[in-house]
């Protein structure tokens, strides 16, 4: 029972996303002594911390969101803001680890994705 009750609340928090349910999972699990995996309940990031860039943080990571990824000058048209408040905002994103570049393209890592998620629907910034 266990067991299954520990996976749909991993299914549940991943919204039905194999990729941020298996990373939980693969987080969850925790070397014992000999060969042996315990599992423990893995651990959210604090969402909270995605909202100490204000207002302006939070539009610029719906637009992260919303679009995938996308360039820091793509960010600052969709956001009607300067590019430097842009990389200001981005440099804090990729400092606590809750987004990444890859190839000149900004996207929410896979350990914050369903954090972001929830806080930017509870403040009505996303559908839905």
């Known amino acids: 029972e266990s067991a299954d009750g520990y996976l749909r609340l991993l299914w ?8 941020v349910a298996l990373h939980f999972f693969v987080r969850s ?5 000999g ?3 315990r599992v423990r309940l893995f651990r959210a990031p604090e969402a909270s911390l995605l909202e ?7 539009f610029l990571l719906a637009a992260i969101v919303t679009h995938e990824s996308a360039s820091v000058e793509d960010l600052a048209t ?4 300067t590019a430097s408040q842009c990389h200001i905002h981005v440099d804090r994103l990729v400092d606590m680890g809750a987004a990444r ?3 000149g393209l ?3 890592s896979t350990t914050w994705q ?7 629907r509870r403040r009505n910034l996303l559908p839905g």
């Open 35 to 37: 060969e042996r995996l």
């Open 29 to 33: 699990l925790d070397p014992d002594r």
């Open 52 to 58: 100490a860039g204000g207002e302006a943080g939070l």
């Open 12 to 19: 549940d928090y991943s919204g039905g996303n194999p990729r």
């Open 114 to 120: 369903r954090a972001a998620i929830r806080l930017l």
């Open 101 to 103: 570049f890859e190839h």
């Open 106 to 108: 900004v996207r929410i």
């Open 78 to 81: 969709v956001t009607r803001s």
